[in-house]
């Protein structure tokens, strides 16, 4: 037959999960500021890729109308 848990059972291992899952949210909130910071960075390079699109565009266009005119 099965132990039945007393109250201080159920307290320690309450006490060893609230540690746990302490240690478990700390680890979790380091790896959401490295998500943030590679997201912040991609962002970065995305609007400079899209700048010099545009610019590379806009210079091309200058070009073509100059020769045309």
Do not use: P, Y
């Amino acid at each position: 037959m099965k132990k039945r848990l007393s109250v201080q059972d159920v307290a320690a291992d309450l006490a060893v999960s609230k540690k746990e899952n302490a240690e478990r949210w700390k680890t979790a909130f380091n790896e959401f500021s490295d998500i943030k910071q590679e997201i912040t960075s991609i962002n970065n390079t995305i609007k400079m890729a899209t700048f010099g699109v545009f610019s590379f565009i806009g210079a091309l266009t200058i070009a073509v109308v100059t020769v045309v005119i």
